[in-house]
């Protein structure tokens, strides 16, 4: 009778573990199943590079501009890339009316916009080791590293691998600009007679100027030095030297065209000569006392005002040639 109660006890036990065993492996199997659910879903949620800049906040003007030159499908795409991101505040650094000029010239604005990309996910323990990098627009940024400060040409980066599910983004502080390929021609700059007619200081020379009949000469290719005095300098002259010089036209072209010599000397050049011969034909005399560079008994008080035809000095007396 005991037998048959032992034997009726282990089997009821026997049962039991194996009910126990089957809830835990139930149990298991649906925390296996949650797990792989969930890490499914965290490798779904990570988001783009476009979404990561959308998301930010920062930068609202660079998803402006990639919506506007339609370039949003295409940096969602599988990439890889990397994306260096200039935030608000680097478009707001830009030249008045930079922006909207962008806007309004799609081919322009995203020559700008990919020259920030880059193809491959380049995290930043290997852009620091680079010297340039090809952009997607396809001129090269400069890469280099100054202190704890990585730089793409003059913008800094200030964030680093924000990791996206097609590349990455790193955020800098001014907007890059591509090279253009068909740079401004020199001309654009103005002439040293544009340059006195612009400043407003020198009313007095281009009066005389146009009296002499030399602005087209000095507006033609030269290169000429300049050296322009100020009205205060024309003020400073005895009275009625101004007068009498626009009255008596060869006195008056003398006086002017010793203030001009040919080819284009910049002050580091100035300082180092004695003499200079001018379109008069006679020579003013230079020398440096001081701190002061000395033409005659005039002195140089601006240097080196460039232009397409030239350079200006401004000084503070009018030079007399000798008589």
């Known amino acids: 009778m005991k037998t048959m109660l032992y034997i009726l006890i282990a089997i009821v036990s026997m049962m039991a573990i194996a009910a126990c065993s089957d809830e835990e492996e139930t149990a298991i199997q649906e925390t296996s199943s949650s797990m792989s659910e969930t890490s499914s879903e965290m490798s779904i949620a990570v988001p783009s590079v476009v979404d990561i800049a959308v998301d930010d906040g920062r930068f609202t003007t660079l998803v402006a501009a ?3 030159a339609d370039l949003v499908e295409t ?3 599988p990439g890889p890339f990397t994306v260096f991101a200039p935030t608000d505040d680097a478009f707001n650094a830009l030249p008045e009316g930079t922006v909207e000029g962008l806007l309004e010239d799609i081919p322009a ?5 990919t020259y920030h990309v880059v193809s491959g996910s380049v995290l930043a323990e290997t852009v620091v080791g680079l010297d340039s990098a090809t952009t997607l627009q ?3 940024v400069n890469i280099s590293v100054m202190g704890s400060d990585v730089m793409l040409n003059e913008s800094k980066v200030i964030i680093t691998d924000i990791v996206g599910s097609n590349g990455v983004v790193h955020v800098i502080d001014k907007v890059l600009l591509p090279p253009s390929d068909s740079p401004e021609p020199a001309v654009s700059l103005p002439s040293v007679v544009d340059i006195a007619v612009d400043d407003g200081r020198f009313t007095t020379l281009v009066a005389a ?3 002499a009949d030399l602005v087209e000469t000095l507006s033609g290719p030269g290169p000429f030095t300049v050296f322009a005095p100020t009205d205060d300098a024309f003020n400073a002259l005895p009275e009625g030297t101004v007068e009498g010089l626009l009255e008596d036209i060869p006195a008056l072209t003398d006086v002017l065209t010793y203030h001009v010599v040919s080819g284009s000397v910049l002050a580091e050049t100035v300082v180092g000569l004695d003499s200079a011969t001018t379109l008069q034909g006679a020579d003013v005399n230079i020398s440096v006392m001081g701190s002061d560079v000395m033409l005659n008994e005039s002195k ?20 007399m040639p000798p008589s």
């Open 75 to 77: 940096l969602s795409g």
């Open 138 to 140: 396809g001129a090269d």
């Open 300 to 319: 140089v008080i601006i240097t080196d005002i460039v232009g397409s035809n030239g350079v200006v000095h401004v000084i503070d007396k009018v030079l």
């Open 109 to 113: 604005l995203t020559d700008v916009l």
């Open 66 to 68: 990639l919506g506007a």
């Open 209 to 211: 100027l146009g009296a």
